[in-house]
């Protein structure tokens, strides 16, 4: 079973946040979300989120991808932490799935995870300038997914899913969400 790991932090969109977790769940991925630190997470728009663990607590050597919610609060949390700088540079080193969605690829491009090559997309305004935007609701270069923001959750999410369970699997889990066809 793929496991895939979420970094929760303070100021990240929450929908973003909850939507991935939820539909992975629901195609019985394995999710864990690791925040910062101990306690509730207050996401963009002031809702509380516990995570399952602490950031501190993981090993990434267990995990098939990482994705990171966006939001500008949540971006520069994530930005500035060794441990999540760590887990993306051993993923694109080992070959493994890196997502972001909204704010986040910027952390990717920041850090030198998106080439001049790859193509990505993120929130308007955010990164629209580096070599590769698109500009458009979901990129896939090599094995990097990048989604628009929390309009794109759902297709973003899914697009999750068929990557790591199979296209059966994702329109299973997207006919029970009742999404437009």
Known sequence: ???????????????????????????????????????????????????????????????????????????????????????????KRDGKWIAAICAAPSILVHQNILTQQDRFTAFPGVVSDAPGFTGSRLEISGRIITSVGPGSAFEFSLELVKILSGEKIMLEVKDGLQLPK
Do not use: Y
């Open 1 to 91: 079973m793929p496991k895939v790991l979420v970094p929760f932090a303070p100021g990240m969109e929450e929908m973003e946040a909850v939507i991935i977790v939820d539909v992975l769940r629901r195609a019985k991925i394995e999710v864990v979300s690791a925040s910062l630190e101990e306690g509730t997470i207050t996401a963009s728009r002031g809702v509380c989120l516990l995570a399952d663990t602490t950031l501190e607590k993981v090993d990434f050597k267990n995990f098939d991808m990482i994705v990171l919610p966006g939001g500008n609060g949540g971006t520069k949390a994530l930005s500035s932490n060794p441990r999540i700088e760590e887990f993306l540079q051993e993923a």
